[in-house]
């Protein structure tokens, strides 16, 4: 959604030919061009500028923790960069800068704990040009494109996190079942099988509040304050599920041998990714008038 998402809501009839179709065959991705090493949880920290001169935009700075910005897939990013500075007042601005234009650099980071298969990478512009025709959407509209784009994309993290906490439960109650101790499986333990339970539980109101939000959208109404529920909570129970699960599996759940371990560690960027836990919180207490 971070990819296609700006494209499809906000390009010109021209762009979306350009990228659509050539992205939508499952042959290609694109990027999302938003964090910096200075500008994570303040998307308006933005520091990447762009200066348009005759009819060129003219690109430098920098991204950091992009997905799939340096994929050999990757067609392009969406940049999010500041076009123009009155005093305190910044305008940011949307632009689509295409992979192996000059001046553009696409450098994957390594050494992540988790999602290891995802590409991650920095992106940098130094005296990158581009066509005023990259535009994305109108002068200004930056942040309104990429804040409207996280709002789809936290129902993504939202539904991993899901994902994540079930396949962890399953993983979790199946060992319960199968190993024994004092003469009986674990699951017969009642603080065992109320700590199921209670993942159980978690997991089924996470489903309803994410498939709420979803039905939402689908039917065009308002839902940036249920994706933002959804992200914050989904991910958190991800986080619950996946320490309990390796609580039940002892000190097999410590090992690589074992495929909890690995629940446990990519559990851990979807309270960070595509605004923390704490901005989530953020965003739902404005909505309720806090």
């Known amino acids: 959604?971070?990819?296609?998402?700006?494209?499809?809501y906000y390009g010109t009839e021209e762009q979306?030919?350009?990228?659509?179709p050539k992205l939508c065959t499952g042959n290609h991705l694109w990027a999302f061009g938003?964090?910096?090493?200075e500008a994570g949880s303040d998307s308006r920290g933005t520091k990447t500028k762009a200066t348009l001169?005759?009819?060129?935009?003219?690109?430098?700075?920098?991204?950091i923790f992009i997905t799939n910005g340096s994929s050999e897939l990757a067609l392009g990013s969406t940049v999010q960069a500041v076009t123009k500075i009155d005093g305190e007042h910044r305008e940011y601005s949307t632009i689509i800068v295409e992979n192996g234009t000059k001046g553009f650099i696409a450098q994957p980071m390594h050494g992540k704990m988790m999602w290891r298969a995802s590409d991650t990478a920095q992106l940098f512009f130094d005296n990158c040009k581009v066509p005023k025709e990259n535009l994305l959407g109108k002068i200004g509209e930056g942040s309104k494109i990429m804040l409207?784009?996280?709002?789809?994309?936290?129902?993504?993290?939202?539904?991993?996190?899901?994902?994540?906490a079930q396949g962890a439960f399953e993983l979790a109650l199946n060992y319960a079942?199968?190993?024994?101790?004092?003469g009986k499986p674990?699951?017969?333990?009642?603080?065992?099988?109320?700590?199921?339970?209670?993942?159980?539980?978690?997991?089924?109101?996470?489903?309803?509040?994410?498939y709420k939000a979803c039905w939402l959208k689908d039917n065009k109404?308002?839902?940036?304050?249920?994706?933002?529920?959804?992200?914050?909570?989904?991910?958190?129970?991800?986080?619950?599920?996946?320490?309990?699960?390796?609580?039940?599996?002892?000190?097999?759940?410590?090992?690589?041998?074992?495929?909890?371990?690995?629940?446990?560690r990519d559990q851990r960027l979807l309270q960070i990714g595509e605004g923390t836990s704490e901005i989530q919180r953020l965003v739902i207490s404005r909505y309720i008038g806090c």
Request: contains cysteine; proline residues 3%; aromatic residues 10%.
């Open 148 to 164: 409207s784009t996280l709002d789809n994309g936290r129902l993504s993290i939202a539904a991993m996190g899901l994902g994540c």
């Open 177 to 182: 079942k199968e190993r024994k101790q004092f």
């Open 221 to 264: 109404k308002p839902f940036a304050k249920e994706a933002a529920m959804s992200k914050l909570y989904c991910s958190e129970i991800a986080k619950q599920v996946a320490d309990e699960a390796v609580q039940l599996h002892g000190g097999y759940g410590l090992m690589k041998d074992y495929p909890i371990e690995r629940f446990y």
């Open 1 to 8: 959604s971070l990819g296609i998402g700006p494209l499809y």
């Open 34 to 37: 938003l964090t910096e090493p």
């Open 53 to 63: 001169e005759n009819d060129i935009w003219t690109i430098d700075g920098s991204k």
């Open 186 to 210: 674990i699951s017969k333990f009642q603080i065992n099988a109320f700590k199921l339970a209670d993942m159980a539980t978690k997991i089924e109101l996470a489903r309803n509040l994410l």
């Open 16 to 20: 979306k030919m350009n990228y659509l």
